[in-house]
């Protein structure tokens, strides 16, 4: 029976003078159930070392917590792979340009996730030699930008990206979409700073294995293209199609976590075999 640790803490909380600060990393005290923007939760059921999965929520970057019960990650435990799953700063304190205060401290923040699962995992039966990491949406938008950041260079292994949202700003970009934006209604996304993100993420090579996935009635530009792009500058991802009706944007997603694709993701996990081979293109019906 899978155990779950709700509300740990990887970092300092991010309030008063480290709001905007990149994330100060700790291994402190429970945060309480599922906790603040710096805290992660771990379900297990291994005796270990196991394979460990981190999943990053969506959420345009905006919305979105690991508390959500649909994240719930007791089945991939079943599964035998240490799932972890964290929060992280969103909107303009994750990705808001603030003059003085560095850019993408949502990526940061998952950095931080992923160093605590290096220094820490193995006290919950994980193999910290073998990390995937997945995301959906932006949260597969984070998985894409982690591929290409030099702090996250060895932190993970594997990397499982469904429906890319695949729009990522200059600093230009970023500064006038933030000024021109309605009250509410700024759309934030990772930002190309040359710093602690050095490149897009739509352009390889990177170091890590790749499995990707669209639904095939989502917006082609906003996601289907970027996820067939990042898995053809991969040149060796397993790719899939969600095509159950509805193949919505996020149809996807109770299957990832309750259904066959669950399964899929461990064995990928575990040593880099989804079930079918590179050469074909998984179709879910």
């Keep these: 029976m899978p155990t779950a640790h709700l509300g740990i803490r990887y970092a300092e909380p991010p309030v008063g003078p480290l709001r905007l600060r990149p994330p100060v990393d700790c291994d402190g005290e429970p945060a309480g159930r599922f906790g603040d923007a710096h805290t992660l939760n771990v379900w297990t059921a291994a005796g270990g070392p196991a394979p460990v999965l981190l999943w990053v929520h969506g959420g345009a ?44 401290r949502g990526l940061l923040d998952v950095v931080s996730a992923l160093r605590w699962i290096r220094r820490n995992i193995r006290g919950y039966g994980g193999d910290p030699g073998n990390v995937t990491v997945a ?105 899939s199609v969600y095509a159950r009706t509805p193949a919505h ?18 064995g990928f996990a575990r040593d880099g075999d989804p079930g079918w081979p590179r050469d074909q293109v998984k179709r879910w019906v």
């Design 249 to 266: 944007h996020g149809a996807d997603v109770p299957d990832m976590f309750r259904g066959d694709i669950a399964a899929a993701w461990a």
């Design 61 to 104: 970057n905006t919305v979105g917590s690991s508390a959500q019960p649909e994240y719930a990650g007791d089945v991939l435990a079943s599964h035998g792979v240490v799932f972890v799953s964290c929060n992280y700063r969103l909107a303009r304190d994750g990705y808001g340009v603030v003059e003085g205060f560095p850019h993408n």
């Design 135 to 239: 995301g959906q949406s932006s949260g597969a938008q984070t998985v894409a930008s982690l591929m290409v950041m030099p702090l996250a260079r060895g932190l993970f292994h594997r990397a499982v990206a469904h429906s890319l949202a695949g729009r990522f700003f200059t600093p230009e970009e970023a500064a006038e979409v933030q000024r021109a934006g309605e009250p509410g209604v700024v759309h934030y996304q990772p930002v190309v700073d040359g710093d602690t993100l050095p490149r897009s993420p739509l352009v390889g090579p990177y170091g890590v294995d790749l499995l990707v996935c669209h639904t095939e009635d989502e917006d082609a530009e906003l996601f289907q293209r970027p996820t067939t792009r990042l898995a053809g500058e991969h040149g060796r991802a397993f790719r």
